[in-house]
């Protein structure tokens, strides 16, 4: 069975439990999980009864070709309600079919509803949320080892273009040199807009990297991450320029320490919001807790930014498969600010950091 198949079929366990008899797809990355295609108009139809993919003429032959010969692939127009609709009652008539409510706006929700109400009235449209993307938290060798080579590359494209040093260049200027690095080294692109953030832009945790030229002597944020088989990674460091002022070196001491105690503290069984706080409580012990506002972190698959979140109101319990970063930071207004970010697998008896750039040590950055 191909991990589509396996993916799909435990989706359908899922859905049983659930008492579905179908789930129409509609959010690219889970379109993407289940079946293989790529492309920015798809929908995805499965339950016990069959599956199908909906696409336009735009991607007939890419998807064919992607998703292979176990799912129907429909061809439609450029709006595909109507073979939606035709899918739906031929796989799931007068059944109870979910929609992914988090994923659909209201008025495609409707639309899609009235659609398949009207040719079978005894069709129910339940609003589904999550149910893939719970699938989609565990990680297998294959994602993983995808995960590990867009982490691979970030570390090589960063070395690269600190090698040739950053100080006396603007921030957009090394923010573009990454971007060409990442390409260069086999990236599919980068997986978010890359941050580069010097001196008081630091403070902002998503700083958008402009004109300003790197100095001496300060704190440089660089955060950046790249996409391999369509998978995301996502690694923070924090580069000093020379000597820096007592508050940058102390807040640089803290995020160490509490990034340090996170690390070591990653293993199945764990909350997300006690992983969280360990990092959490260094910080504030330090007097800092109030310059750390965003969560500990944040799961990475498909998507830059998915389950689970690792904050304080992460209710998910850590489990082998899980891909997770570790980022806590300290921002101080008009100063400067501080975010070391690792991407760590979750191990049957702990973690495997996945990010290996080197992190410049607390007495490297006191001068
Ligand atoms: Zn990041
Ligand atoms: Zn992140």
């Given at each position: 069975m191909s991990s589509y198949a396996e993916r799909r079929a435990r989706l359908v366990a899922a859905l049983d439990t659930a008492e579905l008899d179908a789930l129409i797809i509609t959010h690219p990355p889970n379109v993407r999980y289940l079946t293989g295609y790529i492309g920015s108009n798809g929908i995805g139809v499965i339950g016990r009864n069959g599956e199908r993919l909906l696409t336009d003429s735009r991607y007939a032959v890419s998807a064919r070709h992607q998703v292979g010969d176990d799912v129907e692939v429909v061809i439609g127009p450029g709006d595909l309600t109507a073979v939606l609709a035709g899918a739906v009652v031929a796989l799931a008539p007068g059944g109870r079919v979910g929609l992914e409510a988090a994923h659909t706006s209201m008025l495609r929700g409707a639309q899609i509803a009235a659609s398949l109400t009207a040719r079978d009235p005894a069709i129910q449209v339940i609003s589904d949320v999550g149910r893939v993307e719970a699938l989609r938290l565990i990680k297998d060798d294959d994602e993983i080892a995808s995960i590990a080579r867009a982490a691979g590359m970030v570390d090589a494209a960063l070395a690269s273009v600190l090698a040739a040093g950053?100080?006396?260049?603007?921030e957009r200027d090394v923010a573009f040199g990454l971007c060409t690095e990442l390409f260069q080294l086999g990236?599919?692109?980068?997986?978010?807009?890359i941050i580069v953030a010097a001196g008081p832009n630091g403070a902002k945790p998503h700083a958008v990297p402009g004109e300003r030229v790197i100095a001496d002597g300060e704190l440089v944020v660089i955060d950046l991450g790249a996409i391999a088989d369509g998978y995301c990674s996502d690694m923070t460091r924090t580069v000093p320029t020379g000597p820096l002022p007592d508050a940058l070196t102390r807040a640089y001491a803290v995020v160490a320490q509490a990034q340090a105690a996170a690390l070591a503290a990653v293993r199945p069984g764990i909350t997300c919001a006690a992983l969280d706080a360990v990092a959490r409580d260094v910080i504030t012990a330090a007097g800092?807790?109030?310059?750390?506002?965003?969560?500990?972190g944040h799961g990475v698959g498909?998507?830059?930014?998915?389950?689970?979140r690792v904050s304080r109101e992460g209710t998910e319990t850590l489990r082998p498969g899980m891909v997770v970063t570790i980022e806590p930071g300290i921002y101080l207004e008009g100063v400067g600010g501080v975010r070391i970010e690792d991407l760590v697998v979750v191990t049957e008896d702990g973690a495997r950091v996945l990010s290996h750039s080197p992190k410049p040590s607390v007495s490297s950055i006191t001068g």
């Open positions: 950053i100080v006396g260049r603007p990236a599919e692109g980068s997986s978010f807009e800092l807790g109030e310059a750390f506002g965003h969560g500990l498909l998507e830059i930014h998915e389950a689970p």
